[in-house]
C-alpha cells in the first residue's frame, strides 16, 4: 500500500476497528459455521480447536511478532498478551510500534537477519516483493485449505501476494466500501439556504458561504470552506473520476491513465486554485498536517472535510461538544468528464502477515502462529457482538473491564487498551460482505449514527463503487516508478494551487510526466491489465 493511500485509509481503519486487507470483486460466502457464529474455528485439519491450549499435550511455543500499528501501543506485559500466552499455550511477544515507524524499523529487522516469527506487513510492496524472492517468508500454499478463515479469503487477495506461484502472505480484511470521501456540514447549507453542491462551480460557491456568512451563527470570522494538507491531503475529488489514485479514462490511445494527469483532475486543481484564491481554505495549508485539518472540521470550525463510514466516535463526541445539532453528509459524487458517477472502492484488504521462512521445519509453530490468526480473523456479526458471546467477550477483555456496552453497542476505552487480546494482534475479522459489518449500527454518537446510515444507503447504490483495475495487477515500474513521479506532480500542482505556476503549465507538467518514465508506467500497467483482465468495475 502506498503512502498517499495509506493515509487516506487511516481514519476508515481507526472508524471500523481494522486493519486488514482483500481485492474481491466478488464476495466469498463463510463455508464454515465457525465463520457465521464466531464460534472459534478448526485450527487445522488435525485439530478440533483453534485454542491449542484445549489439548493438555500441547507443547507450550515461544512466538514473536513485528508490526506497525495504526492504534495505541499496549503495554507488552499487559493482561490481554497474558490472556493469548493462556488460550493458546505460547509465550508471545508482540513488538508494537507507531505505523509511520514500521517500515523503516521493518528494513532493519530484515537487513540484519534477526526476523521474528511472522510480521505484520502494509501491502505487496518493492520491499516485500524482494524479500519474498529472497526467501526470507514460508510459502502458504500448501496451508491454505487447513484453516477456515483462510478459505474465506478470495482469489484476488491471494493473487495480490503471490511471488513467482507462492503465496508468503495473508491478506488481512478491509472494505471495498465506505472509503474516505467528502463530507459536509448539512446543517449549515440548510442554514444558508444552500443545496447539495453538484458541480465544481456550486462547491466554490458553497465554500464561500461557509467561509464568509458565519455558518455557525457565532459572529465571528473564523470558519472555513474546507480544509486540506500538505501532500494534497484531502484534494477534493469529487467522484471516483476526479480523484489521483484511479485509473478509469483513456488517452486516445484507449490506455487507461493515472488520475492525476486527467483532465479531471486539472478541473478539480482549478478549483483548488480559484477556492485558495478566494481565501476559503487555511492559506498555511501546504504546511499542515492531516491531523490539522481534522481537528479543525470536528471542532466545527469548516464545513467540508473526508471520512469514511462510520467514522471515529472520538472525533464525533468532538463535534457534539462543538455543537450539538451538527448535522453531517456525505457529498454524493459529481458526475465525471467520461460520464461515471461513482464514490472510489477500496481493494477489499489492507495490510498483511508474512512467517518467516525459517519455519519451514517448525511444523507446530506454524499451525500456532496460523491457528492465532485463524481465531482472531473469525467473523462475529454484530447482533453477537456483546458480552454473550464468548469469543468477542475473551477477545475484547472482558465486559466491564476492557470494554463497555452502550445502548447495545460496545465501546472501547483506550485506558482499557491493555486489558483487551486484539490489541496484541489487531486483526480484522473476515467477514462475508461490506454489508454484514452493519457498520451504520456501531454508532452511538448521534451525529455519527445520523451520519453513517445516510452514508450506507449512499454507497448501497448499484453502482456507485468504482473498483480500481491497479489492485487486480503486480507492475514493477507502478510500485516504484510511478510514485517517484507522482510526488513531483503534487509539488507542481500545489504551485498551481498557490499561484506559483499558471495553470497554463498543465500540459507540460503532463508532457514531462510522460517523457521521464510516465508512459513507460502507463504501457506497463495497461499490458498487466490486459494479460489479468482487469477493467474499472462499477458495482
Known amino acids: 500500500m502506498k503512502k498517499k493511500n495509506a493515509s487516506l485509509l487511516l481514519m476508515l481503519s481507526l472508524s471500523l476497528g481494522v486493519t486488514a486487507c482483500s481485492a474481491n470483486k466478488e464476495e466469498t460466502q463463510p463455508t464454515s459455521s465457525s465463520a457465521s457464529t464466531g464460534t472459534a474455528p478448526a485450527a487445522s485439519s488435525a485439530s478440533a480447536t483453534a485454542s491449542p491450549s484445549a489439548d493438555p499435550a500441547a507443547k ?180 471516483s473520476g476526479f480523484y489521483s489514485d484511479t485509473w478509469s479514462m483513456k488517452n486516445d490511445k484507449g490506455q487507461y491513465l493515472p488520475g492525476i494527469i486527467t483532465d479531471a483532475s486539472k478541473q478539480r486543481i482549478q478549483f483548488l486554485r480559484d477556492a485558495f484564491k478566494a481565501g476559503v481554505v487555511p492559506k498555511d495549508w501546504p504546511v499542515l498536517t492531516y491531523k490539522d485539518n481534522r481537528t479543525t472540521f470536528y471542532s466545527g470550525k469548516a464545513g467540508i472535510y473526508y471520512d469514511g463510514t462510520p467514522g471515529n466516535k472520538g472525533l464525533f463526541d468532538q463535534l457534539l461538544k462543538a455543537d450539538p445539532n451538527a448535522v453531517v453528509e456525505t457529498i454524493p459524487p459529481f458526475k465525471a468528464p467520461d460520464g461515471s458517477q461513482a464514490l472510489p472502492g477500496l481493494s477489499g484488504w489492507y495490510q498483511m502477515y508474512s512467517l518467516n521462512g525459517k519455519l519451514k521445519n517448525d511444523p507446530d509453530k506454524v499451525d500456532r502462529i496460523l491457528s492465532m490468526i485463524n481465531y482472531f480473523a473469525t467473523f462475529i456479526p454484530p447482533e453477537q457482538q456483546n458480552e454473550n458471546n464468548p469469543d468477542f467477550d475473551w477477545k475484547n477483555g472482558g465486559v466491564g473491564k476492557g470494554y463497555t456496552m452502550e445502548n447495545g453497542v460496545a465501546d472501547y476505552p483506550e485506558a482499557s487498551l491493555s486489558l483487551r487480546p486484539k490489541s496484541y494482534l489487531e486483526i480484522a475479522e473476515w467477514a462475508p460482505s461490506d454489508e454484514a459489518l452493519q457498520v451504520e449500527k456501531k454508532a452511538i454518537n448521534p451525529i455519527q449514527k445520523a451520519y453513517a446510515e445516510k452514508s450506507v444507503k449512499l454507497w448501497s447504490t448499484p453502482g456507485m463503487t468504482y473498483i480500481n483495475p491497479v489492485f487486480s495487477i503486480h507492475s514493477d515500474l507502478y510500485d516504484t516508478k510511478f510514485w517517484e513521479l507522482n510526488t513531483k506532480l503534487i509539488d507542481e500542482q500545489t504551485k498551481m494551487i498557490v499561484g506559483n505556476t499558471s495553470m497554463d503549465n498543465w500540459d507540460k507538467m503532463v508532457q514531462d510526466f510522460l517523457k521521464n518514465g510516465g508512459q513507460d508506467v502507463i504501457d506497463e500497467v495497461n499490458q498487466k491489465m490486459q494479460e489479468a483482465g482487469a477493467e474499472p468495475v462499477y458495482k
Open 60 to 239: 507450550k511455543l515461544d512466538i514473536s511478532l513485528f508490526e506497525g500499528v495504526w492504534s495505541a501501543i499496549p503495554d507488552p506485559n499487559g493482561a490481554g498478551i497474558q490472556a493469548i500466552n493462556e488460550k493458546f499455550n505460547v509465550n508471545f511477544k508482540a513488538n508494537l510500534v507507531p505505523f509511520d515507524q514500521g517500515g523503516q524499523k521493518m528494513a532493519v529487522l530484515m537487513a540484519s537477519g534477526d526476523m521474528p516469527d511472522f510480521v505484520g506487513l502494509g501491502g505487496a510492496d518493492p520491499s516485500y516483493l524482494k524479500w519474498a524472492k529472497q526467501g526470507a517468508f514460508l510459502p502458504l500454499n500448501d496451508y491454505i485449505d487447513k484453516y477456515p478463515v483462510l478459505q474465506l479469503i478470495p482469489k484476488t487477495a491471494w493473487d495480490s501476494v503471490t511471488v513467482d506461484g507462492n503465496i508468503y502472505a495473508i491478506p488481512r480484511f478491509f472494505t471495498t466500501k465506505y472509503r474516505n470521501v467528502p463530507i459536509i456540514r448539512k446543517d449549515w447549507l440548510d442554514k444558508l439556504n444552500l443545496q447539495m453542491p453538484t458541480t465544481y462551480e456550486e462547491l466554490l460557491n458553497v465554500a464561500k458561504a461557509f467561509t464568509f456568512n458565519d455558518p455557525d451563527g457565532n459572529g465571528k470570522d473564523d470558519t472555513y470552506g474546507f480544509v486540506m494538507a500538505n501532500g494534497l491531503d484531502n484534494e477534493m475529488a469529487m467522484g
